[in-house]
Nanobody, 123 residues
């Protein structure tokens, strides 16, 4: 059974930082790409960042230069370091896993999803 368990969300002031972690089990971690999607109230889920097994990364334009995705294959864990946070970054953040060619266009029901962790950025 595949499990993606997120941690590290919370409340932070604008300009602050948070680090999200996602521990994966039940998948062949060195085959699957990993990533983070987010969904703000009233908006569609959107890709935030993704990373392949070769550590090739992909970021949404809105987070480039502020967020960094990384993975530790030995620990089956993926991280999202979020710096210079803005109120627009407020959302539920979901850890995801899918095959590399599919991860950037995932919809609910595709691949694997964690339960989500709330990130709230106050102004």
């Amino acid at each position: 059974q595949v499990q993606l368990v997120e941690s590290g969300g919370g409340l932070v002031q604008a300009g602050g930082s948070l680090r999200l972690s996602c521990a994966a089990s039940g998948i062949i971690f060195d085959v699957y790409a990993m990533g983070w999607y987010r969904q703000a109230p009233g908006k569609q889920r959107e890709l935030v960042a993704a990373i392949t097994t070769e550590s090739i990364t992909n970021y949404a334009d809105s987070v480039k230069g502020r967020f960094t995705i990384s993975r530790d294959n030995a620990k089956n864990t993926v991280y999202l370091q979020m710096n210079s946070l803005k109120p627009d970054d407020t959302a539920v953040y979901y850890c995801v896993s899918d095959l590399p060619w599919a991860i950037a266009t995932m919809r609910p029901g595709d691949g694997y999803w964690g339960q989500g962790t709330q990130v709230t950025v106050s102004s």
